[in-house]
């Protein structure tokens, strides 16, 4: 490490990533051992924090070091750093982060206040940056707009004033990563956009994490697409980097289109997270009948299982809602409606940028209006007004996309799809969802293609979330239905086969356009196949049938399917 890499943190930065472009990191650290000077043990201990996914140095020693051979100046710089050290190191090792966090705050703030005593100081651009730049990280994850907001101007002028392509760059990532856990994620593209980063990803300073945080804003927005092609265009599948395929299959999982080794995923915060999206995947993978709808119910008991932590662990709000959704979906496609209720019972407003959040929420509320629930978590007309809401928002925000949002709810959701294509004002984006839905006339079909007539009343009692009665296929009907596979991305789908009746459930919940929407829906879809086998549900139907004539009232149709 030449001299002027120790005393200069500009000449340190270039140097470093002039050097992990050629040799690996620990070879760095073992060529540079011989550096024990207080600046010596500093540039070592900041190359050092940066192993993975823990560093197995001793960063502490070497601080402790330092500090005690120090001038006052360098002890201060040292100081900062000991901070920066010790919060990364208790978010890296999964430790509870709120008392560090709220005490690093202050600390930060203590050692501002210490650094603007030392302006005449040769390490003070050195010693604010970095005290600035530890206290934005800290607030991020405390949810402190307010503090971000007053510190993000000084810090970007801080950062370019260096004059240097690696520290501007680096910080304006993060300081566009804190926007990011702010739920701000226009703001975070609009800094990740600016021509001057752009122009150092060309030159290859960083690049990987400027693509990466700018398609994860994308992604939070719901616009899948822009997140998959930022990263595939800029890294083809061949000579792919491990982290942007972590990245790839990362967003794919979250929207139900990827095939991955669930052994291999090395996200330790969010691996439970991806197994249970794997393990829904899995479980839509397959017709829901005989043996594949027992292994169903399974995986999603796994999910419960893997998911348990999500309730109590120190996380980010935005992580927190999708824990929400996740096990109320699960509870909902196992039947326990009740407890899907129970599960949102201390969910939280999402931020209005959170439109990915947003998106499958709004849509569990409308999926749980299909079932024989009496009164509902969110009244329907509000749970409509939420999920319109989200496309609407989603075609005026910048960088937003409607039409992936739709996709994302027609993957988890394809019933409150199907259902926003059908109500009064109904979601433009999700008119495709139409064609799920089974038509049923002297027989029935999906997208063209003949269904046994049995299967109809089972899916129809599995998608209102009842008992099924178990149906069993003839050789050449279990052919048929076995074909009713498609791909999405890498993903395989069955169906989804949509029968007519929970989305007629949640119509008779509103008013006269709503039941008048269900009589169209009805003359237009049908109900059951003359063939079907199932008189109890035909029964029920016929309560349902009169529920949307006017001629009996919603709670006789309820009751009806809490009877089934």
Excluded at 37 to 56: D, F, N, T, Y
Excluded at 65 to 71: G, K, L, R, S
Excluded at 110 to 131: D, G, K, T, Y
Excluded at 494 to 522: D, F, K, Y
């Amino acid at each position: 490490m030449p001299e002027s890499a120790l005393s200069d943190y500009g000449a340190f930065m270039t140097w470093m990533n002039e050097q992990l472009a050629h040799v690996t990191l620990g070879a760095l650290l073992e060529a540079n051992a011989h550096l024990t000077s207080p600046l010596g043990l500093l540039r070592r201990s900041m190359l050092a924090m940066r192993e993975r996914p823990v560093p197995k140095r001793d960063v502490i020693d070497w601080l402790a070091t330092a500090h005690a051979e120090a001038d006052a100046d360098i002890q201060l710089l040292i100081e900062i750093f000991e901070q920066h050290s010790a919060v990364k190191r208790a978010h890296m090792e999964g430790m509870r982060e709120a008392d560090v966090l709220h005490l690093s705050l202050r600390e930060y703030e203590q050692l501002l206040r210490r650094v603007s005593s030392r302006s005449s100081c040769n390490l003070h651009a050195e010693m604010e940056l970095l005290a600035t730049d530890g206290l934005i990280r800290s607030a991020k994850r405390l949810q402190l707009t307010d503090v971000i907001e007053r510190y993000g101007p000084r810090f970007q002028a801080i950062a370019a004033s260096f004059k240097n392509d690696y520290i501007f760059q680096h910080s304006m990532i993060h300081l566009s990563n804190a926007y990011t856990f702010l739920g701000q994620y226009v703001q975070a593209l609009d800094i990740l956009r600016d021509r001057q980063l752009l122009a150092l990803a060309k030159k290859e300073i960083y690049p990987e994490l400027l693509f990466m945080h700018t398609a994860t804003n994308y992604f939070n927005l719901g616009n899948l697409e822009q997140a998959l092609s930022i990263l595939t265009e800029k890294y083809p599948e061949s000579g792919r980097p491990a982290r942007i395929q972590l990245s790839l299959d990362t967003f794919r999982t979250f929207n139900g289109q990827a095939r991955v080794d669930r052994t291999s995923l090395g996200l330790p915060r969010y691996d439970w997270t991806m197994q249970a999206l794997l393990l829904f995947a899995e479980s839509d993978a397959g017709p829901p009948v005989g043996k594949t709808l027992t292994q169903r119910e399974e995986q999603l008991r796994q999910v419960l299982t893997l998911s348990e932590h999500a309730l109590t662990r120190d996380t980010y709000p935005t992580d927190l809602l999708f824990g929400y959704w996740l096990r109320a979906r699960t509870r909902l496609l196992l039947g326990e409606y009740g407890m899907a209720v129970q599960e949102l019972a201390t969910v939280f407003e999402p931020l209005p940028e959170e439109l990915f959040n947003r998106a499958l929420l709004t849509a569990l509320d409308l999926e749980l209006a299909m079932t024989p629930l009496t009164a509902l978590r969110v009244p329907l007309a509000e749970a409509e007004r939420r999920f319109r809401q989200v496309f609407e928002d989603a075609r005026t925000t910048r960088y937003a996309n409607p039409e992936s949002l739709a996709r994302l709810v027609q993957r988890w959701h394809p019933q409150a799809a199907a259902y926003a294509a059908l109500m009064p004002n109904p979601v433009r984006e999700c008119l495709p969802a139409l064609d799920l839905l089974v038509r049923v006339d002297q027989r029935a079909t999906w997208r063209g293609q003949a269904l046994p007539p049995a299967l109809v009343p089972h899916l129809t009692r599995l998608n209102l979330h009842v008992p099924t009665v178990g149906v069993t296929l003839s050789g050449n009907a279990a052919y048929q239905v076995a074909r009713l596979s498609r791909p999405v991305g890498e993903a395989s789908v069955w169906g989804p086969v949509l029968p007519l009746l929970p989305v007629v459930v949640a119509l008779s919940r509103g008013g006269e356009a709503h039941r008048e929407a269900a009589r169209r829906a009805w003359r237009d879809f049908g109900m059951l196949p003359g063939a079907h086998r199932d008189p109890e549900l035909d029964s029920v139907v016929e309560v349902w049938r009169a529920v949307v004539a006017g001629e009996r009232t919603l709670a006789d149709g309820l009751r009806a399917l809490q009877d089934l």
